[in-house]
């Protein structure tokens, strides 16, 4: 290096201790400031361009007009690259003219010349790809700046020095560049406009985080808004922002579902070539011996492609925080020599404390932005786990259902996704913790000797004890899981069937049942928190074990090892580094232990049999058929006989077609072998265009009746209209206390069962689908309403004349409208063609007819009669509904009212609400008065909304509350925690203080006296430390 900065007037040695460190007025050498401090940015952005433009060829978001900013970050950069190729000619200059430059000042502006122009490029490239604030470059800019301010003051002090300036044009070409790369650097701290073709953001109140700056995201500035607001008043919902786009389940769910599709395709060919190998003779099995066995497909696989990218940025902050946590130690060493120093030059000390803070601020951001980018990585692993799983239920295959309960579901959806995501932000840890163990030893081993080996060794013993332990604790875990099971399992059965439980009085009976399974998963969770506060309490103690045994044997094996205060807090510094892996390590473990039992849980459940969704062909069906089933045969599962075989349907375009058979017949089986929800043994299903669906049993979500009826679509006043008036819901509406905008109960349970099929009914109408499968949608309403719904809706007539409509129905009273009719009987079409020739033909229909016929006509019989009392009635119930909604508007907004309220006049209105919830003719009514009224409507208001608004306590937290929490825990038990605490910091305050005045202790001779009093001391105060370390137990709830 000498060499390149040559001799002369403006030559220099690289390195001069005299001028740099043993003076009072530090400064640098002109060669060390020419070469390697101006080199410093050079080599960070070469070293950082290769990554840098990987990045940006996969983050493509659009490129940037090319606005003011741009232009003067351009200009600026030409401008550096000009001043240093100025030098470079100028140095051309001198060697043509007889006086040689040394070589330095050929290679430096050469280099810095170069970096300046690709700096310039990828100001440019940047704005093509749609970067809006380059950090890459404002960590560039900002070191050119750092190392050029030694120079700035070193030129200056050498002028004043000489009374002159010696290279006048090298001196006014960096203060050019100085200045240059100053406005640079700030100009780099301002962001560019959204990228020219990015998609327009309509989000209400979006995240800040997606157009913050560099800096801002390193300081987190973005998110001082949202803390001020909650500052000045408490956060409400609404001010939350919006999830980013890369956040949202859409994207998250999508890319964890590929890959593991993708480990599936992968296990699949494994399979298949396993499976070829069978094939082979029996003289060949020698070979094929060593064959691997056919892959599982790996959900753990899967996750680290699809999160792996977020977990190795986490990886790289990690690694430098690691490293920059042993700097404060040798800084402090060095510190402490400098103390015992008198002759030392006081700028040492200035220069080392401002190391320290320099190098915590740095600890400080990096630690911070580890921490944000771990913890947003494991939501993305929850909300794409739960997403993949929810995905998995709803196509599984119906023998699959038999095995999956429901509360295996809810616990790998909510407990299992949990842990995994609990686990995640310390994954890290397990290569951290040995490298944080590895360089404190070493640093260790280099203050205190082989003596640490002590220390190592009853590190090493600890591991088999932990070992053990952990094993057991997954034991324990995979038997919790399977009561957890068991018992959300009988939780949903007695909250689906709460009724009935209440009818009969079994609410002891079933409570046994639950408190006898918690009782064994309690006993459970006890045994494995005893086992986690001993992993805890072991671990507590060993940091400090560790010091003691590593001290005690120092100051033991030689009566000239002096523990000095160097040695002393160093050492104290380097173990408390050493406390935070080894204190983390059992945690790891455990969490280890049990995200294994997750992670098999979930990945034994996606690798279940899902339903063929290629089994119902929608491309390509026989011209004018919407409908068709070419020998078709279905079962409910593998390992059942077949429900529906040889089924032969061919549904035209456009036709009514009706399903009727006996009970059992497979009518209901065949609509879910249209919506390919059966397993299809052979044969052909095609069905062409979209399909609505209207089930048996109503589906209700627990919304407005509105919200129920769009379903997510956009509202059409007239066709919702429509579609009210031909369901034969405005009736209701009028009952109902705020109208269509009645809030619907949990599966509508403030609906009557007639009411419920109408919406659901409705909300099918109002999808406009190609194709209607009807799964008997009259049965749960009366006769009357049920010949409106059919003219109106289903029959020739109707809203859905045009459409396809597949009509499960047992009312025969419809068969003469349809356009033919499919007979089923024990899972085959026994007849098909239209209701006159089946009529004729004396069949199966026929026994069907004589089998249905009479009940439809007593019940026609007795409909009509209804009907008449009902038309006798209307006005007094129009009347009756007036004067009761009209005199107390409160009645009719958009608060829905409970449906016990709603009894005492609906049991007046049940007639016209079209359900025949009363039987018989209805009871005699009389009108209202309107003190009579007016205490109704008091008592539908005070009895409020269905689910009323969560009520949150804000501001601070009430003693009250720590009064409560300490009377759960116990009086004397919260007082013995207390005072724990106490003890445990009075404990560590007293160890610090003894080694403090150990290390002050004079010597004699080279000796410290007293060592063993010293060495006891000191080991009872860190007993008492780890004794009142209070052990905290997992929470067995």
């Known amino acids: 290096m000498d060499a390149l900065c040559g001799s002369g007037e403006f030559g220099s040695k690289f390195w001069d201790a005299n001028l740099s460190l043993h003076t009072d007025n530090p400064d640098l050498t002109p060669c060390f400031q020419n070469s390697l401090l101006a080199w410093v940015p050079c080599i960070y952005l070469w070293a950082a361009l290769p990554c840098y433009l990987f990045y940006l060829r996969y983050h493509h978001q659009g490129y940037i007009v090319l606005s003011l900013l741009s232009r003067l970050k351009t200009v600026l950069g030409v401008l550096l690259w000009c001043v240093s190729w100025a030098d470079l000619f100028y140095s051309f200059h001198g060697l043509v003219h007889g006086w040689a430059p040394a070589p330095i000042f050929f290679v430096t502006p050469l280099v810095v010349g170069v970096t300046m122009l690709l700096a310039t490029l990828l100001i440019q490239y940047e704005r093509l790809q749609g970067v809006q604030s380059s950090g890459v470059l404002i960590i560039f800019w900002f070191l050119c700046v750092v190392c050029a301010i030694i120079p700035f003051r ?39 406009k959204p990228p020219f073709f990015s998609p327009k953001n309509v989000d209400p109140n979006p995240c800040p985080e997606t157009d913050a700056g560099f800096l801002s995201r390193l300081s987190f500035w973005w998110f001082t808004k949202l803390a001020i607001l909650g500052y000045r008043r408490p956060l409400e919902d609404q001010d939350l922002w919006s999830l980013n786009k890369e956040h949202r389940s859409e994207v998250v769910v999508q890319r964890l579902l590929e890959a593991w599709k993708k480990q599936q395709k992968q296990a699949a060919q494994h399979k298949a070539a396993a499976a070829s190998g069978k094939t082979v003779s029996s003289e060949d099995e020698e070979l094929l011996a060593g064959r691997p066995r056919p892959q599982e497909p790996s959900f753990l696989r899967a996750l680290l492609v699809t999160f792996g990218p977020g977990f190795i940025t986490s990886t790289c902050f990690m690694l430098i925080q690691d490293l920059l946590s042993f700097v404060n130690p040798q800084l402090l060493s060095i510190l402490i020599r400098f103390i015992s120093n008198p002759m030392a030059p006081t700028w040492w000390g200035f220069l080392v404390a401002g190391l320290m803070f320099v190098c915590s601020v740095m600890q400080t951001l990096i630690l911070h932005q580890y921490y944000h980018c771990i913890f947003v990585m494991g939501l993305r692993l929850r909300t794409g786990i739960i997403g993949v799983i929810y995905r998995k239920a709803l196509v599984i295959t119906n023998s699959v259902k038999r095995e999956s309960t429901v509360g295996e579901l809810v616990n790998l959806m909510s407990v299992d996704a949990q842990r995994i995501m609990d686990v995640a932000p310390f994954l890290n840890m397990l290569w951290s913790g040995p490298l944080q163990i590895i360089l404190a030893i070493y640093f260790l081993w280099q203050k205190l000797g082989p003596s640490v080996l002590a220390g190592v060794a009853f590190m090493v013993l600890l591991i088999p004890i932990n070992g053990v332990v952990a094993m057991k604790m997954r034991t324990l875990q995979v038997e919790q899981m399977k009561f957890k099971d068991s018992r959300i399992r009988l939780m949903s059965e007695i909250l689906g069937g709460i009724k009935v439980l209440k009818l009969y009085a079994w609410e002891p009976s079933f409570l046994q049942q639950v408190e006898g399974i918690r009782q064994r998963e309690l006993r459970l969770l006890r045994q494995a928190a005893y086992l986690h506060a001993i992993s805890i309490f072991t671990w507590i103690c060993t940091p400090f074990l560790v ?26 510094s380097l173990f408390n580094i050493l406390k935070n892996p080894l204190s983390m390590l059992p945690q790891i473990i455990s969490g280890l232990t049990q995200t294994s039992v997750s992670l098999k849980r979930i990945q034994h459940f996606l690798s279940q049999d899902e339903l063929d969704p290629q089994c119902v062909e929608r491309n390509t069906i026989a011209p004018g058929y919407a409908v068709t089933i070419d020998n078709g045969t279905f079962t409910w599962a593998q390992d059942l006989p077949p429900t529906l075989h040889s089924l032969d349907i061919q549904v035209p375009k456009g036709a009514l077609v009706a399903v009727v058979g006996p009970v059992g017949c497979g009518k209901s089986s065949l609509v879910s072998a249209l919506l390919g929800e059966m397993e299809k043994l052979e044969g052909k299903v095609y069905v062409k265009g979209s399909v609505a669906y209207v089930p048996q049993q109503a589906w209700i979500q627990n919304c407005t009746l509105q919200e129920n009826v769009l ?34 109960g949990e599966k509508g349970i403030n609906l009557s069962g007639g009411q419920r099929q109408r919406v659901s009914l409705a909300r099918a109408v109002y999808s406009d689908a190609d194709i209607y499968l009807l799964d008997d949608p009259l049965s749960a309403v009366d006769s009357h309403v049920a010949k409106h719904i059919f003219d109106q809706v289903i029959g020739p007539e109707g ?16 068969l003469p409208q349809t356009d033919f009719v499919v007979v089923l009987s024990d899972g085959q079409v026994s007849e098909v063609g239209t209701y006159p020739a089946l009529l004729q033909r004396n069949g199966s229909f026929a026994n069907f007819l004589h089998n249905y016929a009479p009940d439809e006509g007593e019940e026609h019989l007795e409909e009509s009669s209804r ?42 209105l049940s007639t016209m609400s079209s359900e025949g919830e009363g039987q018989g003719r209805p009871a005699p009514r009389r009108r209202l008065g309107p003190a009579e009224k007016l205490a109704q409507a008091a008592e539908a208001k005070a009895n409020g909304t269905l689910i009323e608004e969560e009520k949150v306590e804000t501001g601070k937290v009430k003693l009250n509350v720590f009064w409560d929490y300490a009377r759960a825990v116990g009086l004397c038990t919260t007082l013995v925690i207390c005072l724990l605490y106490a003890g445990q910091s009075a404990a560590a305050i007293g160890a610090n203080m003894w080694l403090g005045a150990w290390t002050n202790e004079a010597t004699v001779g080279g000796r410290q006296n007293s060592t063993a009093q010293r060495l006891g001391v000191y080991a009872t105060l860190g007993i008492l430390q780890a004794m009142a370390q209070p052990q905290g137990l997992p929470n067995p709830l």
């Open 867 to 908: 009907t008449a009392a009902l038309e006798e009635a209307d006005d007094e119930e129009m009347l009756l509904i007036e004067d009761t909604l009209s005199s107390h508007p409160d009645l009719m907004d958009n608060e829905p009212v409970l449906y016990e309220v709603q009894k005492q006049f609906m049991r007046q």
């Open 547 to 572: 010091t003691l045994i590593t001290l005690g044997v120092y100051v033991s094996v030689g009566p000239n090892n002096v523990l000095d205060a160097e040695k002393a807090f160093v050492s104290v």
């Open 711 to 744: 379903f997510g679509r956009a509202l059409d006043p007239k066709r919702y209209q429509r579609t009210l008036e031909a369901c034969a819901l405005l009736a209701d509406l009028e009952v109902l206390p705020g109208g269509d905008k009645t809030e619907i």
């Open 154 to 192: 070193s030129k200056i002090l050498s002028a004043m020095e000489e009374g002159k300036i010696l290279d006048p044009f090298r001196f006014t070409t960096f203060y050019i560049y100085f200045v240059l790369v100053f406005v640079a650097l700030i100009l780099s701290c301002f962001r560019e």
């Open 799 to 814: 809203v859905l004349a045009s459409k396809t409509r597949v009509l499960v129905t047992h009312g025969i009273s419809f």
